[in-house]
């Protein structure tokens, strides 16, 4: 596994001396789908992509246009504060209190992050080394495992798709590794397999966090992504939530401000200045318009976000309803921005990395391979709902012509 890419990456081996926390990391999976698609853009082939979780919608034009504005002032092209504006975390502590309840001190509770992935990475460089623990869900979004892999500590990967079975498998796991677990990664809506949870999931993880003495991390990237009235739980809200973790939200998913890069760490006040500490010597702060149009986001966009989740929704439903008329297994997504896919008989034989290389090189549909996510993936695909319907319905019936069973009603 390694970070999705646009661009081709190589597996060779390096030839100078890397770091052996280079060495470490897990194989590259998706390498050779990613050239391919890369091969057939290049040949002008109009591909379909629903490889990645990257929002093709724009921001709201009131954001852009906060932007621009504060682009045009001088005094906004220094060096920022490397933990964000107090004004920004102010409106991220307003926010979760509006959303979810929850009370935070913007001074000491949160942090602004050059996007959630590089405050997660940094976060586990902050709070592990070598000899140290994580688990992380599995299958796996790959920098819960490569983050904690290049802080050098070790990593074990729990079927997260029964999250009853989660909690039980890391009560188990704590009972039986020494030295214990120092953190457990939550990620509700979960990327890739789409598992959701209520809100008493989060009360025994806090339980058993307290119990066993370890730390959570939840990545909350698809809080705002949530369909048929559902509403993803903040871990946050959960009382003695902040004795024991952190909690990772983003402006890219339900804001599409992907390219933006900005989200936020939340919680704990000594997780949270952990992470100030480790940003404070490697990074410089976010450049200072971007968190000025993110408080207007914030504070003016609740329309917006309602509206992308309801798009989103009718996207899920125009994806699953073809391919379930293909014949697909599939089980209809809660929340998030995508659908996880078992990969129908007699194709699930060929692995899901050859299967998507099929669909890619005879429908030009991209889609991502469950093995991508580990060895959990196996047998499914994840498929981005980032076209619009018009394009997912393409999709379908590209994908239903490459392996020669049309849809039976053409939408
Ligand atoms: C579960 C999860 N966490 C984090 C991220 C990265 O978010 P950001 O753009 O804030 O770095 C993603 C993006 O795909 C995600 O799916």
Known sequence: MRAESETPQSDNPFTIPVASRLRRLPPYLFGKINKL?????VAGVDVIDLGMGNPTDPPDP????????????????????SNGIANLRREVAIRYKKRHGVTLDHNSEVIACIGSKEGFSHLCLALMGPGDTAIVPAPSFPIHVYAVVLASANVIALDVRDPSEYLRNIAYTCEHLYPRPKVVVANFPHNPSTTTVESDFFVELVRLAKKYEFLVISDFAYADIGFDGYQPPSFLSTPGALDVGVEFTTMSKAYSMAGWRIGFCSGNSEMVRALATIKGYYDYGIFQPIQIAAIVAMRQCDDFIVDLSAEYQRRRDVLCDGLERLGWELERPKAGMFVWAKIPEPWNEMGSIEFSMKLLDEAGVAVSPGRGFGEEGEGFLRLAIVENEQRLRQAVREIGRCLRREPVVTP
């Open 37 to 41: 698609k890369y091969e057939k853009r």
């Open 62 to 81: 009131q954001v852009v246009e906060k932007l621009v504005e504060a682009t045009k002032d001088s005094r906004n092209h220094r060096y920022s504060v």
